[in-house]
């Protein structure tokens, strides 16, 4: 194993409070899952699975530092990006610290919006995320449904009902959603 995932699940775990540790657990199950019935890399996805959510918690001061730190875009802290921000953080303290892989920053980073042409790791987790078991309603019942049948599929039907909803409540949908539907749905033609 390239990465000690007993180490990492630890230092998740002080970042989180315990709701969303068990959460990120859960992710982690799904993403293996998933992992083993699509023949993905099975130790990536769990990983990935597990730090998703690693900055979900931080405050903004503490987002503000890293930001500035690594000198990322300072638009991040825009409330348009409010959904995105923390995977994005996540993602940076995956590659500083963890030394993750590009594809698993990429998995990490996007999770809540997806990504034009995602590859399977990103499909997985994005999705893991979504149908973890702790997860449960009409419309996650169906998304556990169908991304143990077709993966795209699975992702276009969670993108649409998030963007319907989204929609009705007059908040503003990221133009990467939309993006990586478009892209979806042409690869799925
Ligand atoms: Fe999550």
Known sequence: MKWDIEKIKKEVKENLSE????????????????AKHYDADVEKCKLCGLTHDLAKEFNEEKNKKIIEKYNLKKTLLDSNYKNLVHGYIASIIAREKYNF???MILAIRYHTTGYVAMDLLGKIIYLADKIEKGRDNEIVTEARKLAY?????AIIFVITNQLNKLESENKKVLDLSYDTLEFLMEINK
């Open 19 to 34: 709701y969303r540790y068990q959460h990120s657990l859960n992710v982690m199950e799904e993403a293996e899952a998933l």
């Open 101 to 103: 892989d590009e594809d």
């Open 149 to 153: 049948q077709d993966i795209n599929k």
